[in-house]
Nanobody, 123 residues
Framework: QVQLVESGGGLVQAGGSLRLSCATSARIFSSYAMAWFRQTPGKEREFVAAIRWSINITDYAGSVKGRFTLSRDNAKNTVYLKMNSLKPEDTAVYYC????????????????WGQGTQVTVSS
């Protein structure tokens, strides 16, 4: 049973924007942290952004800082990843995750994962 449902991926030209959504249950939405990771074939899953609810801190990977924004809608139990100024190197499958206390930059911290959504940025 998929507990996190991502949407919003697609094909966009370099410099364009996309907004990814991740909808979940209230129980999972109340996890310590929710995050976005991305992965390309043959590479490990890479941290993109995370928010820690209790301390209201959002962290971003250096490669996306200033271009990507993570936000949430508590009423909809949904987190969003707004991606601006997209580059071809942003092309990947993007995964939403939720998890407990731990190293928020590490995939193993997160107990729940979505199925992923493909983002392709053309040059």
């Amino acid at each position: 049973q998929v507990q996190l449902v991502e949407s919003g991926g697609g094909l966009v030209q370099a410099g364009g924007s996309l907004r990814l959504s991740c909808a979940t249950s209230a129980r999972i939405f109340s996890s310590y942290a929710m995050a976005w990771f991305r992965q390309t074939p043959g590479k490990e899953r890479e941290f993109v952004a995370a928010i820690r609810w209790s301390i209201n801190i959002t962290d971003y990977a250096g490669s996306v800082k200033g271009r990507f924004t993570l936000s949430r809608d508590n009423a909809k139990n949904t987190v969003y990843l707004k991606m601006n100024s997209l580059k071809p190197e942003d092309t990947a499958v993007y995964y939403c995750s939720a998890g407990g206390v731990g190293n928020i930059f590490t995939p193993s911290t997160y107990a729940y994962w979505g199925q992923g959504t493909q983002v392709t940025v053309s040059s």
